[in-house]
């Protein structure tokens, strides 16, 4: 019966880690989705100097437009300097409500604080509706408006939460990063801005140690019942998503079939007292068998692991940048006639960036794919090197020279190596691509390239942010990777190194990884002949 009690319990962890995953994909799909929001309005009202948001019939087509786009589940605000609230658009130039006192409203006046944020949550002054602010400075003061905020109304989270939320006692919680009640289903006011427990200390080691888990605790900040929490966190954004049930509720079947279950396991002993004799030779021919199964389900282990982290990937780095293409393509579409020939360039070069980034994620993505199953192709040749790296590097001499990063180039005219010349531009590529994307303007990218004793050796080398021991360590460990912004707020994966080691793997060779805070790092990939 313990087992079967362990089975339950078990099996109860895998679909809650699910339902999580599931809830954190839409939670932050709609944040991502804000975030580009904010970000083209702001551009907006940088190049329309004169526009007063409040009434401009432009500016609010921008706002309607993303209304739309997300079925009216957030809405647009503005605050002027002084904490005037406005709707848009406003009926006139008197605010709806003061709120200077509110904490989304003065994190903005700190260069410390200033930035995406998101607030306590707040019952609307005007509407009486609980909400999530989410506030953003402005570039340009617009007549006086100085912060753009979205409120995410709480029965919009609420819609999305209910469909989800295991029934009866099961609760879906958004909980900031540290540790403040954002919102919950089922919903109750009174947890609502308070802390996730009494012990936040230990549920920010609990968060910081695994960004995805599960565990089991005495909910002490809300209901004060023992619950099985499953939990992800993002903490780009400082957020985490839990989906949690009461352990009475998952073992209240178990525990109602106890009695049953013991008669069935009495019955089943006696049926195998007399039956153990006889299978007792025949045991001795399944070792062999049972340690093909074991094998098997490791390989069918591996392959969650590896299922589970495309699916991860893609829900992170590809649904937030495609979804954001598609909200600016809309607004462009609708409101093209408005938008002055600079506006489309810059536009385009936020499309352009956005595109080609998913582009490279998608090639990694396939090309380690096919790795995992086996099917890359591997064909390896003597290459000469310095044209290879030259075709690589031209790749990237837009997004260097925007940046102002030099690249250098040092290797020997004739110098070649033994690999597969697809598989070693996928090299070159995500070396010369992680170098670039860490090194801060100004500074300079250097690849190298020369003889060994026993092959050949190929060096990219930068002057940028570095790395500690953690993360090094984590680098090429698929469960364990965690993709950093560049230093022009480039987004990755943390996929490319792990295809990069897959590759080296196949070719025989190993990679190096030298890195200090600050100072910069060196990748060496060692190809034998």
């Known amino acids: 019966m313990v087992r079967t009690k362990h089975d339950r319990i078990e099996r109860e962890k895998d679909i809650l880690s699910r339902m999580a995953q599931i809830v954190e994909s839409d939670t932050i799909n709609i944040v991502g989705r804000l975030s580009f929001f904010f970000q083209a309005a ?30 009216h589940q957030i809405d647009i605000r503005l605050v002027s ?20 006192d509110r904490g989304y409203f003065k ?26 602010p989410i506030s953003y400075p402005l570039t340009h003061t617009n007549a006086g408006i100085s912060v753009i905020f979205a409120s995410i109304e709480n029965p919009s989270i609420q819609a999305l939460y209910e469909t989800i939320r295991p029934k009866p006692g099961g609760a879906i919680t958004l909980v900031r990063g540290d540790g403040i009640i954002l919102s919950r289903a089922p919903f109750d006011e ?106 098997n389900l490791e390989l069918v282990r591996k392959s969650d692991e590896t299922k589970d982290k495309l699916f991860s990937v893609i829900a992170h780095d590809l649904r937030g940048p495609i979804g954001g293409m598609a909200s600016l393509l809309g607004g462009m579409a609708l409101d093209r006639r408005s938008i002055s020939d600079e506006e489309m360039g810059q536009f385009l070069n936020v499309l352009r960036d956005t595109s080609w980034n998913t582009s490279q994620l998608l090639e990694n993505l396939l090309a380690w794919s096919r790795s995992q199953r086996a099917e890359l192709s591997f064909n390896p040749e003597r290459l ?9 590097e031209a790749i990237f ?3 260097s020279a925007e940046k102002g990063i030099s690249v250098a180039i040092d290797i020997e005219e004739g110098l070649a190596a033994r690999a597969d010349p697809d598989q070693l531009r996928i090299l070159v590529r995500n ?46 460990d698929l469960g364990a990777a965690r993709s950093r912004s560049g230093t ?4 990755g994966s943390g996929l490319g190194l792990v295809l990069c080691k897959s590759i080296v793997d196949m070719h025989g060779g190993r990679i190096e990884v030298a890195s200090e805070v600050g100072k910069g790092s060196s990748f060496s990939i060692f190809l034998p002949d």
């Not at 609502?192 to 549920?203: A, V």
């Not at 000469?384 to 690589?392: F, G, N, S």
Request: net charge neutral; with cysteine; proline share 5%.
């Open 42 to 71: 702001d551009l907006w009202l940088v190049n329309h100097p004169e526009a007063d948001p409040r009434f401009d019939p432009d500016f609010r087509t921008l706002v309607d437009d993303f209304r739309e786009a997300t079925k």
């Open 431 to 476: 070396m010369l691509s992680n170098a670039i994307k860490f090194t801060p303007p100004g500074k300079s990218v250097r690849l190298r390239a020369a003889r060994t004793r026993d092959g050949t050796l190929i060096e990219a080398r930068d002057e940028g942010i570095g790395m500690n021991a953690q993360q090094i360590a984590s680098l090429f």
């Open 190 to 295: 009174k947890y609502m801005g308070k802390p996730i427990g009494e012990d936040l200390t230990k549920w920010k080691s609990i968060i910081a140690a695994a960004p995805i888990g599960i565990f089991e605790a005495r909910s002490t900040g809300t209901d004060n019942e023992i619950r099985l929490v499953a939990y992800n966190s993002t903490p780009d954004l400082s957020l985490v998503v839990s989906v949690s049930v009461r352990i009475q509720d998952v073992l209240a079947e178990w525990h109602n079939n106890a009695i049953w279950q013991g008669s069935v396991v009495c019955i089943m002993v006696c049926l195998i007292a007399v039956l153990f004799f006889r299978l007792v030779k025949a045991l001795h021919g399944l070792d062999k068998a049972h340690a093909e199964l074991q094998e």
């Open 384 to 392: 000469a090197l310095l044209p290879l790296v030259m075709e690589c």
């Open 107 to 132: 994190v903005q006046f700190s260069p410390s604080t200033r930035g995406l944020y998101i607030g306590d949550p707040v019952k609307s002054r005007v509407t009486g509706t609980w909400g999530i």
């Open 81 to 100: 300097k002084s904490g005037g609230l406005y709707y848009i658009p406003s009926k006139n130039s008197v605010p709806l409500a003061d709120v200077s």
């Open 397 to 399: 001499e837009l997004s």
């Open 488 to 491: 022009a707020n480039e987004k």
